[in-house]
């Protein structure tokens, strides 16, 4: 007989086919065959069941490929199949780094791609699947993100990386300063908005936030075209180009001549602040600056003021039949202001700044003004009669 590279022993001659017994005498040879066929045939059956385990796959229980656990030991437990034998040694690949970890048929494995290499007598081998450990308390993914976001018309690409990342969770939501960020469910979002960003990840057991924060910082500039409408005496709508990297704004504004600023905020990238309580026919300044990010908190540096006046209260019979006019205007040395009205005015001059440059006493009818040492721009002149508001108007030297 022959298998696996055994020669079974033959006899050294035929039988007798009657008159013989089993003794050494009369067949001396048979003893020998028949310890040989013995032999023979042992091995032959040893050797089967040991190749009928190699053909065997080693497989895992549970079989994967992905493993979810969760709890306060960090760990899932799987058994490779089937026993007998020699050892089995389990290795971790990590982004192609194959490490060994542990041996043992039943082993409790941490987060990590896993397989099994069982060894079994006469030193054949056979490995299992990989599998995947999904436990996300056991895990610290970091975030990539772009190190100089240029725009946030282009964003900034943040992805997952480490153990198990990006891809191999079940959940994802990314936060913007702790809030969602809806729609962003994937390992990798493109942020369009300053602020500082996490991902919380995981699967049917658990879930964990990233272990680091991105904190994203587009170019952030005051926004333009600032203007007032819709001007009532006691409200106006402050208008102006968005910044497309903002994420909200602050308006600040004042009557002329004062230092004390009032501010309020829009929360929203929108370009547009209604303003209330203001006082009729006075002079207002206004600026405002781009909120570029919350976390932390950054602004813009402030547009240039810009001003506004508001309209006249229903006014009383003596305050219809008063009216002033301002000539010539643009002017280079002296303008006449006329008035229609009765009594002594205080004129006062004000700078875009706010701050008073020129104060005189004028009578009724017409007055001269000069311009003195006072530089070219834009001023704004208040007239009033016992500290009452009687009109206002812009002027512009040249």
Sequence with gaps: MRGFGLQCPCPTRPIAKSGFNLSSHDFPGLSSYLSGMKTCLLTFFFLFSLGYAFGQP??????????????????????????GALSYDWYRNDCGQI??????????????????????????????????????????CAILHCDLPSSCSTGCALELSGPLCPNEWSTYQWTLNNVPVAGATNWFYNAIASGSYHCIFGNSACSVTSL??????????????GFAANITSTSAKLKWTIDDCGIGYRVQYRPLGTFSWTTKNQSINTGKKKITGLTANTTYQW??????????????SYTPIQTFITLLRQANAE??????????????????????GKGEFDFILYDVFGREVKRSTIGSLKSEIQRGTLPAGIYVYHLKQNEKMMGQGKVVIE
Excluded at 58 to 83: F, H, M
Excluded at 287 to 300: A, E, F, G, I
């Design 319 to 340: 305050e219809k039949q008063f009216k002033v006019s301002f000539s010539p205007n643009p002017f280079t040395q002296s303008a006449v202001i006329t008035i229609n």
């Design 99 to 140: 490490w060994f970890a542990i041996s043992g048929q039943t082993v409790d494995l941490s987060t990590g791609h896993w397989y099994c290499v069982a060894t079994w007598p006469g030193g054949y081998t056979s490995t299992s699947a990989t599998i995947a450990v999904r436990i996300p308390s056991s895990v610290s």
């Design 287 to 300: 600026r405002v600056k781009t909120k570029c990010s919350s976390d932390p908190v950054q602004y813009s």
């Design 212 to 225: 680091d924060s991105a904190v994203v910082q587009f170019p952030c500039d005051p926004p333009t075209n």
């Design 58 to 83: 080693l497989t895992l229980n549970p079989p994967g490929p992905y493993i979810d656990a969760c709890g306060y030991w960090p760990t899932a437990t799987v058994t490779a199949n089937p026993s």
